[in-house]
C-alpha cells in the first residue's frame, strides 16, 4: 500500500488501521472465490458485525459505537481500498437512519440494541419498482390499512440483500396518487420482518448481475404487517427516505474514493513493475498521465466528501455536498478503474488482479443508489435555480 499520497489517513487513525486488520484476513482470494460461487462473503460480514463497524451509526444509549459520519466513512473506505466490497453489508449502517431518526420511543428501544448487537439484520431497503426508476413517487406498491395490520401488494425491484437480512425498510404507497395534493405525500415506511413474511405474501427472486451483489425481486401478494411496524407518521414516508439520503450518500462517496485508491495503488504498482521495451511501462508518459490524472480528480472528490461529512456532522445543511460527494467521488472511481484495467494491459482482464472484478463493483454507484444524472439535476435545480427538469 501507498504511504498516504496526501489523502487524509491521520483522520481517524485507530479506526483504519483496525480496518485494515480485519480486511487483511479477506484477501483479494476470499472475493475472488465469493464471486465466482456468486456467493454472499458471510465470514466477512460477520466478522465486520463482531468488531462493531456496523453498528458505528448507532448512539452508544442503544449499544451501537456513536460515529460521527465521517469516522463512519473511514471504515467503507478502508474495506473497498483493501479490496473488498463495503457494498455487502453498507446498508446495515444507514437503513437503521430512519428508525432512528423517526421511530417511536418504543419501536427504538425494540429494535436498535438487536440491530447494534447484529442478532437483527437490517440490510434491505426495498424502495426501485420496475414501472417508477428513478422517479420514487411513482412507485406503485400498495399498503391498505385493514384494522392494526397493513395490507401489501406490489412489486420492489433490486432489492439487494433481501436474502441476507431479517428486515426490510419498505416504503410502498397508503394514499391512491389522486388523492394526494403532491406525488410524494401518501407513502409510507414500514419495517417488514423477512423471517416470517416470505411464503406468507411475499417471494423473493434473485437477479443474476454483472456484479456478486446479491439483489432480488419482492413481489408482495396480501402480505400482512402489523400497523406497529410503521415508521413515523402515515403519508409521510417519502421525507423520511430523503431524510437519510445525505447519509447515504457520503457513505457511498467514501467507498467510491476506496475504490479509486485501491485502482491507483495498484496501477502504479503495476506500471512501475511491469517491463516492456527495456523500460518500466510507468516510464511513458502516456501511461503515467492518465494515472496522474486519475489520482488528481479522485483527490479532489475526497476532498468534497470530507466537505460533506464535516457539514453533516455540524448539523448544516448538506444537501448539495453530499450529492456532489456521491457523484464526484462515483466519476473518479471509474476513471482510476478504467485507467487500472488499461495500465494491466491483458492481464488486467484476468480473475486473480483483481481488477477486472472492482472494475464491475465501481461501475455501480453511478448509477445507484442514485444516478448521476438526477444529482445533475438535483445540482441544476437546487443550487443553480435553474427550471427543474425532472
Ligand atoms: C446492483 C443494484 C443494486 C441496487 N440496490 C437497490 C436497493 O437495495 N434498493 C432499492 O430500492 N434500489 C436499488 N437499486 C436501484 C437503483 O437505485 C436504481 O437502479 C437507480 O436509482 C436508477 O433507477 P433505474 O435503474 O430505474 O433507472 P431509470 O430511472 O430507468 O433511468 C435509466 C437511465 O436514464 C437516466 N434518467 C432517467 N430519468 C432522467 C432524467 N429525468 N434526466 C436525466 N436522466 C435521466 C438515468 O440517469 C439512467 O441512466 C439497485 C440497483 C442496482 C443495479
Given at each position: 500500500m501507498s504511504n498516504g499520497w496526501g489523502f487524509a489517513d491521520d483522520r481517524f487513525p485507530e479506526v483504519r488501521r483496525a480496518v485494515q486488520r480485519l480486511c487483511a484476513d479477506f484477501p483479494g482470494p476470499y472475493w475472488q472465490e465469493m464471486d465466482a460461487a456468486r456467493a454472499y462473503p458471510t465470514a466477512f460480514v460477520q466478522a465486520m458485525t463482531a468488531a462493531g463497524f456496523l453498528a458505528a451509526l448507532i448512539p452508544e444509549e442503544y449499544?451501537?459505537?456513536?460515529?460521527s459520519i465521517a469516522e463512519a466513512s473511514v471504515i467503507l473506505e478502508e474495506i473497498n481500498r483493501s479490496g473488498g466490497n463495503g457494498g455487502v453489508c453498507h446498508a446495515q449502517m444507514y437503513t437503521m437512519g430512519a428508525l432512528l431518526r423517526h421511530g417511536s420511543a418504543g419501536q427504538k428501544a425494540a429494535w436498535l440494541p438487536e440491530i447494534a448487537a447484529g442478532?437483527?439484520?437490517?440490510?434491505a431497503f426495498g424502495v426501485t419498482e420496475p414501472g417508477a426508476g428513478s422517479d420514487t413517487?411513482?412507485?406503485?406498491?400498495r399498503a391498505v390499512a385493514d384494522g392494526d395490520e397493513y395490507v401489501i401488494s406490489g412489486q420492489k425491484i433490486w432489492t439487494s440483500r433481501a436474502e441476507h437480512s431479517d428486515l426490510l425498510l419498505l416504503l410502498a404507497r397508503t394514499t391512491p396518487a389522486a388523492e394526494?395534493?403532491?406525488?410524494?405525500?401518501?407513502l409510507s415506511l414500514f419495517l417488514v420482518d423477512l423471517r416470517t413474511a416470505r411464503g406468507a405474501g411475499l417471494t423473493i427472486r434473485p437477479i443474476p448481475t454483472?456484479?456478486?451483489?446479491?439483489t432480488t425481486e419482492l413481489f408482495f401478494d396480501g402480505l400482512r404487517v402489523p400497523a406497529?411496524?410503521?415508521?413515523?407518521?402515515?403519508?409521510?414516508g417519502f421525507r423520511y427516505v430523503l431524510d437519510g439520503m445525505n447519509a447515504e450518500r457520503i457513505l457511498i462517496a467514501a467507498e467510491s474514493v476506496g475504490d479509486g485508491r485501491w485502482f491507483v495503488e495498484r496501477a502504479v504498482e503495476y506500471a512501475n513493475s511491469r517491463v516492456v521495451f527495456g523500460r518500466?511501462?510507468?516510464?511513458?508518459q502516456g501511461v503515467q498521465f492518465p494515472i496522474a490524472a486519475a489520482y488528481a480528480h479522485l483527490r479532489a472528490a475526497d476532498l468534497m466528501r470530507w466537505e460533506a461529512a464535516r457539514l453533516f456532522d455540524s448539523g448544516q445543511p448538506c444537501g448539495a455536498e453530499a450529492n456532489l460527494a456521491k457523484m464526484l467521488a462515483a466519476d473518479a472511481a471509474w476513471e482510476a478503474a478504467n485507467v487500472c484495467l488499461q495500465t494491466h494491459?491483458?492481464?488486467?482482464?484476468?480473475?486473480?488482479?483483481?481488477v477486472e472484478r472492482k472494475f464491475r463493483e465501481a461501475k455501480l454507484y453511478q448509477i445507484a443508489p442514485i444516478s448521476n444524472n438526477l444529482v445533475l439535476a438535483y445540482v441544476a435545480q437546487h443550487v443553480l435555480g435553474l427550471p427543474r427538469s425532472y
Open positions: 449499544g451501537g459505537g456513536g460515529a442478532r437483527l439484520r437490517l440490510q413517487s411513482a412507485i406503485q406498491t394526494v395534493e403532491k406525488r410524494t405525500h401518501g454483472m456484479l456478486n451483489h446479491q406497529a411496524n410503521r415508521i413515523g407518521e402515515e403519508g409521510r518500466p511501462i510507468g516510464q511513458n494491459g491483458g492481464f488486467g482482464f484476468a480473475t486473480e488482479y483483481d
